[in-house]
């Protein structure tokens, strides 16, 4: 079966296959441009992601790069709590950046 234009793969549903929420994982089996390997991945309701399963590995988690961001964010805003002249250049910043916006 072709997925979408140029892309084809083959996701044979079995017997007992699993769900989650009433939603259906499918699995997906497509070959490597390259060496013809196949590789197989599934997808992750519960995550909204796919999971490699054979023949691949992951080289890009965005959900990983996101908590990351959000922990230095928040021990940023941590710091510049804590520390009063980061305080005040913040409120300094931000009145500079409303006059600006006013008068635009």
């Not at 939603?23 to 197989?40: Q, V």
């Not at 691949?56 to 790069?65: C, L, P, S, V, Y």
Request: glycine content about 4%; some cysteine.
């Amino acid at each position: 079966r072709q997925l979408s234009s140029g892309i084809n793969a083959e996701w044979p549903l079995r017997p007992g296959d699993k769900d989650y929420l009433g939603l259906k994982i499918f699995r997906f089996f497509i070959k490597c441009t390259r060496c013809l390997a196949e590789i197989s991945f599934r997808t992750d309701p519960e995550n909204c992601d796919y999971i490699c399963e054979q023949g691949a590995t992951r080289n890009f988690q965005a959900h990983e790069i996101a908590e990351r961001q959000e922990k230095q964010l928040a021990k940023q805003e941590a710091e510049d709590e804590a520390n009063p002249m980061k305080v005040l250049e913040k409120r300094k910043k931000y009145r500079l950046r409303l006059c600006v916006d006013t008068t635009a």
